[in-house]
């Protein structure tokens, strides 16, 4: 079954704000399921990256997108957007193995990114990671 999103015009508007060139590097947005097969935009920020491990739920698979500003690394201005999934450690294997399929829909629904990265320890992701 395939991965629906029921408010995609809020999806687009928070797409549209990353996106935007004067956004700040912290800046993020997260999807949460609602049913078996259907995701919604449940927060964002612009504040930290950092911030958006403590949205992430232990008993829940969610989706990120991150700004990052890596200007610091090469002096230049440079932006890279990345996918999150997020399994957090209580999620059960069925639910794992059923919402696998739904990877390529979410990474549909969350492009255009530079990186997409799988993580499952709150305390082990940074931006350094």
Do not use: C
Not at 67 to 87: A, C, H, M, P, Y
Not at 102 to 127: C, K, S
């Amino acid at each position: 079954m395939r991965l629906t999103l029921d408010n995609e015009p809020e999806l687009r508007e928070a797409q549209a704000a990353l996106f935007n060139i004067n956004a700040p590097g912290g800046s993020w947005i997260l999807l949460n399921y609602v049913g078996p097969s259907t995701v919604h935009l449940a927060s964002g920020g612009s504040d930290s990256v950092e911030q958006v491990r403590w949205q992430f739920e232990d008993d829940q698979i969610q989706y990120a997108m991150l700004r990052l500003d890596v200007s610091g690394q090469t002096g230049n201005e440079k932006i890279r957007v990345l996918f999150v999934q997020w399994t957090g450690p209580g999620v059960g294997i069925i639910e794992k193995t059923k919402k696998t399929a739904h990877v390529g829909d979410a990474q549909a629904l969350l492009q255009p990114f530079h990186r997409d990265v799988y993580v499952t320890n709150r305390q082990r992701f940074d931006t350094k990671t």
